[in-house]
């Protein structure tokens, strides 16, 4: 089923604290990303990210291949979710079940999964959730994209640093921060499927005291009309879904700065109908839907004690709320059975970071303690008692120390470890280490290796209702990663840069759910070892005249060690492009072109390459601050799927076609607002 409402304390309590941000004068963000912050976009976009090393570095020079995206690029290409940003980049691919949208990495897909081997960060502070692990990319990312300012992607293990779910790599987003003068933006756009979104932000400060408050919400009917062909009796209305593909969502984010102390928030709700009968439901019922609410609030201090050494602290609380409800057929029964999946978590903790500058080398060390207040996952009939209940308090720390070394001439050493204890697990070690040649100011050439876990997240290790899903017969152990990679970078012109890669993953002790040959159940067990290896080149050209082109293909094979065959859901070569040029004197034309290669789903089935061309075009400001965009995607209305999981009826589901979206935007400065 999925994963409704804000029912419970904790998110009422988070949305209490964005209220009163709202109202103050105006409080943090990390020292990254206040350094982040202080920077020019141009060479933010080209040099710098934060979130390879926890500290401010040079995007050439960090001990990973990195891609960043920012604002302006988002507008130019029509983005509408994190998803649409990630499938534009080499070596990621994305499917979508109707229900969540889900993130390939370099041939890695698991059925089912939702994308727990990518550590999501907002500002640095952790999204996965401490349930399903999920990284939400899709509709249910909960933040508005007009509050991005960049994104930074870190390719590679991540857990030296992060901990657990840093597995294939490292997403942080970065928002917009507050300014100085007082400033009101407002956004809709209209769009095919009778999709319409609002937002509002406000920004002000005065001194060092500034404040963000914001708030998006979002309306779609979704496709009046679905076919799915494993339905097609009359009975179930010939395959035909009809009005059941709906969905919802608001956003808040506020934050509020004094000086070195930061103060920020979110609460996101999203309701998402699913038409397809997964998971054993009545198909083509309205009842059917996944209600996921996120929320978070924190607080950041950043000091210097010296001119070399800063020290950040951090402490917040978290809370997801998930609700799966769905009609089900039973014998016996005058009609449908409506069934809810509950799931309800809160946790709170604490990290601090110390990173030390000695001449030429640099040395960051921290550590982190998280507390779950309680995991609680329920499942019930109407009416009738829970089938399953469960109520769980773990708790995990964990310690990380990384050398940054200039001790040859032209040659970076990084050299690093996290351990990371838990109530449930074992020590886990991280080990990373790169060395990265520079014979000149425009090449690297790097070796990067490390190692990355992710924990058995509480669905799969205490989730057994006796009724899908039982216990298994061994306890659950951490997954683990091996990775090589070879990266060369290389500026040939001011305006021309390539990149090539390549890259070995070995992946062991893979957690899946396996039916259990005895009953009609299942369970969760490490029984799997892969591999992938593969190849990535990219070119991105920036003229002085805004021509911007950014190519790239990714050819991976990844292999089932157990069976020695091809991994489910993973495509053998991607190629993508993204274009734009200025338009005379009134805008932006962006181009982008994605075509992903067959693939075979999980029930052995071939699932068809596609190619999807989409098209926009934005204005620069005008007229007192208004902007308008039109986007039309998959230009060609191509007809193409996307694999479906193992509790999808379908073994894949046809994607929607041809699209529009026609948005505009009004930014002004607020009338008396102050100045720094």
């Given at each position: 089923?999925?994963?409704?409402a804000?029912?419970?304390a904790g998110?009422?309590?988070?949305?209490?604290?964005?209220v009163?941000?709202?109202?103050?004068?105006a409080l943090?963000?990390t020292?990254?990303?206040?350094?982040?912050?202080?920077?020019?976009l141009?060479?933010?976009?080209r040099?710098?990210?934060?979130?390879?090393?926890?500290?401010?570095?040079?995007?050439?020079?960090?001990?990973?291949?990195v891609?960043?995206?920012?604002?302006?690029?988002?507008?130019?290409?029509?983005w509408?979710?994190?998803?649409?940003?990630?499938?534009?980049?080499r070596?990621f691919?994305?499917?979508?079940?109707?229900q969540?949208?889900?993130?390939?990495v370099?041939?890695?897909m698991?059925?089912?999964?939702d994308n727990?081997?990518?550590?999501l960060l907002?500002?640095?502070?952790r999204?996965?959730?401490?349930?399903?692990d999920?990284?939400?990319?899709?509709?249910?990312f909960?933040l508005?994209l007009?509050?991005v300012?960049?994104?930074?992607v870190?390719?590679?293990?991540g857990s030296?640093?992060?901990?657990?779910?840093?597995?294939?790599?490292?997403?942080?987003?970065?928002?917009?921060?507050?300014?100085g003068?007082?400033?009101?933006?407002?956004?809709d756009?209209?769009?095919?499927?009778?999709s319409?979104t609002g937002?509002a932000?406000?920004?002000?400060?005065?001194g060092?005291?500034?404040?963000?408050?914001?708030g998006?919400?979002y309306?779609?009917?979704?496709?009046?009309?679905?076919?799915f062909?494993v339905?097609?009796?009359?009975?179930?209305?010939?395959?035909?879904?009809?009005n059941?593909?709906g969905?919802?969502?608001?956003?808040?984010?506020?934050e509020?700065?004094a000086g070195?102390?930061?103060?920020?928030?979110?609460?996101s709700?999203?309701?998402?109908?699913?038409?397809?009968?997964?998971?054993?439901?009545?198909f083509d019922?309205?009842?059917?839907?996944?209600n996921?609410?996120?929320?978070y609030?924190?607080?950041?201090l950043?000091?210097?004690l010296?001119?070399?050494t800063?020290?950040d602290v951090?402490a917040?609380?978290d809370?997801?709320?998930y609700v799966?409800?769905g009609?089900?057929a039973?014998?016996?029964?005058p009609g449908p059975?409506?069934?809810?999946?509950k799931?309800?978590?809160?946790?709170?903790?604490?990290?601090?970071?110390?990173?030390?500058?000695?001449?030429?080398?640099s040395?960051t060390a921290?550590a982190?303690?998280?507390?779950?207040?309680?995991?609680?996952?329920?499942?019930?009939?109407?009416g009738?008692p829970?089938?399953?209940w469960?109520?769980e308090?773990?708790?995990l720390?964990?310690?990380?120390?990384?050398?940054?070394?200039?001790?040859?001439?032209?040659?970076?050493?990084?050299?690093?470890?996290?351990?990371?204890?838990?109530?449930?697990?074992n020590?886990a070690?991280?080990?990373?280490a790169?060395?990265?040649?520079?014979?000149?100011?425009?090449?690297?050439l790097?070796?990067?290796?490390?190692?990355?876990?992710?924990?058995?997240?509480a669905?799969?290790?205490?989730?057994?209702?006796?009724?899908?899903?039982?216990?298994?017969p061994?306890?659950?152990v951490?997954?683990?990663?091996?990775?090589?990679?070879?990266?060369?970078?290389?500026?040939?012109r001011?305006?021309?840069?390539?990149?090539?890669?390549?890259?070995?993953?070995?992946?062991?002790?893979?957690i899946?759910?396996?039916p259990?040959?005895?009953?009609?159940?299942?369970?969760f067990?490490?029984?799997d070892h892969?591999?992938a290896m593969g190849?990535?080149?990219?070119?991105?050209?920036?003229?002085e005249?805004?021509?911007a082109?950014?190519?790239?293909?990714?050819?991976?094979?990844?292999?089932?060690?157990?069976?020695?065959?091809?991994?489910t859901?993973?495509?053998?070569?991607q190629?993508k492009?993204?274009?734009?040029l200025?338009?005379?004197r009134?805008g932006?034309?962006?181009l982008?072109l994605?075509?992903?290669?067959?693939?075979t789903?999980?029930?052995?089935?071939?699932?068809?390459?596609?190619?999807?061309p989409?098209?926009?075009?934005?204005?620069?400001p005008?007229?007192g601050?208004?902007?308008f965009?039109?986007?039309?995607?998959?230009?060609?209305?191509q007809?193409?799927?996307s694999?479906g999981?193992p509790?999808?009826?379908?073994?894949?589901?046809?994607?929607?076609g041809?699209?529009?979206r026609?948005?505009m935007?009004?930014?002004?400065?607020?009338?008396?607002?102050?100045?720094?």
């Amino acid at each position: 089923m999925g994963r409704c409402a804000l029912p419970t304390a904790g998110l009422s309590w988070i949305a209490t604290i964005l209220v009163a941000l709202a109202g103050s004068p105006a409080l943090g963000q990390t020292s990254a990303n206040q350094d982040l912050m202080s920077m020019q976009l141009e060479d933010l976009s080209r040099v710098k990210v934060y979130s390879a090393s926890r500290h401010l570095e040079d995007a050439r020079t960090a001990p990973s291949s990195v891609s960043i995206i920012t604002r302006e690029d988002i507008r130019k290409y029509g983005w509408r979710t994190l998803a649409e940003v990630l499938r534009s980049l080499r070596g990621f691919y994305t499917s979508d079940n109707r229900q969540y949208t889900y993130l390939g990495v370099r041939g890695f897909m698991r059925p089912g999964d939702d994308n727990p081997r990518i550590l999501l960060l907002l500002n640095g502070h952790r999204l996965n959730d401490k349930i399903y692990d999920t990284a939400a990319i899709g509709t249910e990312f909960p933040l508005d994209l007009d509050l991005v300012d960049h994104i930074e992607v870190v390719r590679g293990p991540g857990s030296s640093l992060f901990g657990t779910n840093a597995i294939f790599g490292v997403i942080n987003v970065i928002t917009r921060q507050p300014g100085g003068s007082a400033e009101a933006e407002t956004t809709d756009d209209v769009g095919s499927q009778l999709s319409r979104t609002g937002s509002a932000t406000l920004t002000g400060g005065k001194g060092r005291v500034s404040g963000l408050i914001s708030g998006s919400m979002y309306r779609s009917a979704g496709e009046s009309s679905l076919y799915f062909p494993v339905f097609a009796t009359p009975e179930t209305n010939n395959g035909y879904a009809e009005n059941a593909d709906g969905s919802h969502f608001e956003h808040a984010f506020a934050e509020l700065r004094a000086g070195d102390f930061t103060v920020d928030g979110m609460l996101s709700d999203r309701i998402r109908q699913f038409p397809t009968g997964a998971d054993g439901s009545v198909f083509d019922d309205p009842a059917n839907r996944d209600n996921d609410a996120r929320g978070y609030v924190d607080a950041d201090l950043h000091r210097k004690l010296g001119a070399d050494t800063d020290l950040d602290v951090r402490a917040y609380y978290d809370a997801y709320d998930y609700v799966g409800s769905g009609d089900y057929a039973a014998p016996g029964l005058p009609g449908p059975m409506a069934v809810f999946v509950k799931a309800r978590a809160d946790w709170v903790g604490t990290e601090a970071t110390l990173t030390r500058q000695i001449g030429a080398q640099s040395l960051t060390a921290g550590a982190e303690y998280e507390y779950s207040l309680g995991l609680r996952q329920w499942t019930y009939a109407a009416g009738m008692p829970d089938v399953f209940w469960s109520d769980e308090t773990p708790w995990l720390a964990g310690a990380f120390a990384e050398a940054e070394l200039h001790l040859i001439p032209r040659l970076i050493v990084h050299a690093g470890a996290r351990v990371d204890n838990s109530s449930e697990f074992n020590d886990a070690v991280s080990p990373r280490a790169a060395l990265i040649y520079t014979p000149d100011g425009q090449t690297a050439l790097k070796y990067l290796v490390g190692q990355a876990y992710r924990d058995p997240n509480a669905y799969e290790e205490y989730y057994a209702d006796g009724v899908t899903v039982t216990a298994g017969p061994r306890s659950l152990v951490p997954e683990q990663i091996l990775s090589n990679e070879v990266v060369l970078e290389r500026s040939v012109r001011p305006w021309l840069s390539v990149t090539a890669d390549g890259f070995y993953n070995r992946l062991k002790e893979l957690i899946d759910q396996v039916p259990d040959g005895n009953t009609t159940l299942s369970y969760f067990v490490n029984d799997d070892h892969v591999h992938a290896m593969g190849l990535e080149g990219e070119v991105d050209v920036e003229r002085e005249s805004g021509v911007a082109v950014r190519s790239s293909y990714t050819a991976t094979m990844a292999t089932d060690d157990v069976t020695h065959t091809a991994l489910t859901n993973a495509p053998h070569s991607q190629a993508k492009l993204n274009g734009s040029l200025p338009v005379e004197r009134w805008g932006t034309a962006g181009l982008e072109l994605l075509y992903v290669g067959p693939l075979t789903d999980e029930r052995d089935t071939r699932v068809p390459a596609y190619f999807l061309p989409s098209i926009t075009f934005a204005t620069r400001p005008f007229g007192g601050g208004w902007q308008f965009s039109s986007s039309c995607y998959d230009a060609t209305n191509q007809r193409w799927f996307s694999p479906g999981g193992p509790n999808d009826p379908e073994d894949q589901m046809q994607m929607d076609g041809r699209a529009w979206r026609f948005r505009m935007s009004w930014r002004q400065p607020a009338r008396g607002g102050g100045g720094r």
